[in-house]
């Protein structure tokens, strides 16, 4: 057999596999939607309530991972639970997992979901130091929050009215929303200037804005407010809301921190969920003064 024709042949071999090889390629996909993944600029809608502590990860996120496309919309829960039903989003962060209504809707679409809680949270009782409430008896907190209680010269105060603190202390108390005796303003800042310019006022606030917005004004802005403490009624022990008692359970108005995920994500989503989930994500949950869900490990060398 002459060389030129075994050229011949293996070129005829090497463009055949190549032909192959290209029809592969541009061979129409049968992937499900559950196979699917979000394009490579990952869009994370977040109750504003989590924005403390999802900035504080995002930055060291990326400092770590400096190809990472990460984009945070931030909203009220009623905002982000609609991104995830409608697909803008497929990854939302929420004060809660997602409930069994939500749950079997998406799976209706043929999508898998998945809740991982990164941290655990409070809801905080603010007000400035001439009101002259420093301890709230767990048993009362109820009243006092239902409209046309004796005390409804307290005046209770979120940021917006679809906070996901409503939900919750409605579920907690067994109050309707509307009938609770909590006013809205716009947003953190408006919230914290009314708490200061109101002696009367109660801001009911996220652990992490303790930390991280309150610790940031001036000293003297600090002297003017204050952290009300909520009594235990059977111990009959005020309870602050701190990393201790978060870990043993008596302050009663703690909640989580939720990742939700609706089917696959694309990398940067995973890694940035991984992230939050390792060491370094649970250490700046604890530098934030939450509660992490593992508390960080710490490696002795001995000589």
């Given at each position: 057999?002459?060389?030129?024709?075994?050229?011949?042949?293996?070129?005829?071999?090497?463009?055949?596999?190549?032909?192959?090889?290209?029809?592969?390629?541009?061979?129409?996909?049968?992937?499900?939607?559950?196979?699917?993944?979000?394009?490579?600029?990952?869009?994370?809608?977040?109750?504003?309530?989590?924005?403390?502590?999802?900035?504080?990860?995002?930055?060291?996120?990326?400092?770590?991972?400096p190809?990472?496309?990460?984009?945070?919309?931030?909203?009220?829960?009623?905002?982000?639970?609609?991104?995830?039903f409608?697909?803008?989003?497929?990854?939302v962060?929420?004060?809660r997992?997602?409930?069994?209504?939500?749950?079997?809707?998406?799976?209706?679409?043929?999508?898998?979901?998945?809740?991982?809680?990164?941290?655990?949270?409070?809801i905080?009782?603010?007000?400035?130091?001439?009101?002259?409430?420093?301890?709230?008896?767990?048993?009362?907190?109820?009243?006092?929050?239902?409209?046309?209680?004796?005390?409804?010269k307290i005046?209770?105060?979120i940021?917006?009215?679809?906070?996901?603190?409503?939900?919750?202390?409605?579920?907690?108390?067994k109050?309707?929303?509307?009938?609770?005796?909590?006013?809205?303003?716009?947003?953190?800042?408006?919230?914290?200037?009314?708490?200061?310019?109101?002696?009367?006022?109660?801001?009911?606030?996220?652990?992490?804005?303790?930390?991280?917005?309150?610790?940031k004004n001036?000293?003297?802005?600090?002297?003017?407010?204050k952290?009300?403490?909520?009594?235990n009624?059977?111990?009959?022990?005020?309870?602050?809301?701190?990393?201790?008692?978060l870990?043993?359970?008596?302050?009663?108005?703690?909640?989580?921190v939720?990742?939700?995920l609706?089917?696959?994500v694309?990398?940067?989503?995973a890694?940035?969920?991984?992230?939050?989930?390792?060491d370094v994500?649970?250490?700046i949950?604890?530098?934030m003064?939450?509660?992490p869900?593992d508390?960080?490990?710490?490696?002795y060398?001995?000589?």
């Amino acid at each position: 057999m002459s060389f030129n024709f075994v050229t011949w042949l293996v070129k005829l071999v090497i463009g055949f596999f190549v032909l192959m090889l290209a029809f592969s390629c541009h061979s129409p996909s049968n992937q499900t939607k559950e196979e699917e993944t979000i394009s490579k600029k990952i869009i994370i809608y977040a109750d504003d309530i989590c924005k403390e502590i999802l900035e504080a990860e995002k930055t060291v996120f990326e400092s770590q991972n400096p190809n990472a496309n990460l984009q945070i919309v931030y909203g009220d829960e009623h905002v982000v639970t609609t991104s995830i039903f409608q697909d803008s989003a497929r990854l939302v962060c929420l004060t809660r997992p997602l409930n069994s209504g939500e749950v079997k809707y998406i799976q209706s679409k043929s999508y898998s979901t998945k809740s991982i809680k990164i941290a655990e949270d409070a809801i905080v009782l603010i007000a400035n130091n001439h009101n002259l409430t420093n301890t709230i008896v767990w048993d009362s907190l109820s009243g006092m929050l239902q409209k046309g209680n004796k005390n409804e010269k307290i005046v209770f105060v979120i940021d917006k009215n679809q906070s996901g603190h409503l939900k919750y202390l409605a579920q907690r108390t067994k109050i309707v929303e509307d009938k609770m005796n909590i006013y809205a303003v716009e947003d953190s800042v408006r919230l914290f200037e009314y708490i200061r310019s109101h002696d009367n006022a109660i801001a009911l606030v996220p652990l992490s804005w303790v930390e991280n917005i309150l610790l940031k004004n001036t000293v003297a802005e600090q002297s003017k407010m204050k952290i009300i403490s909520i009594t235990n009624t059977e111990r009959g022990e005020e309870v602050m809301p701190d990393q201790y008692h978060l870990s043993n359970g008596t302050y009663p108005l703690s909640k989580g921190v939720y990742l939700n995920l609706k089917g696959n994500v694309a990398d940067d989503a995973a890694n940035f969920v991984n992230f939050c989930m390792k060491d370094v994500g649970q250490l700046i949950v604890l530098k934030m003064g939450l509660l992490p869900v593992d508390m960080p490990s710490r490696a002795y060398y001995v000589k």
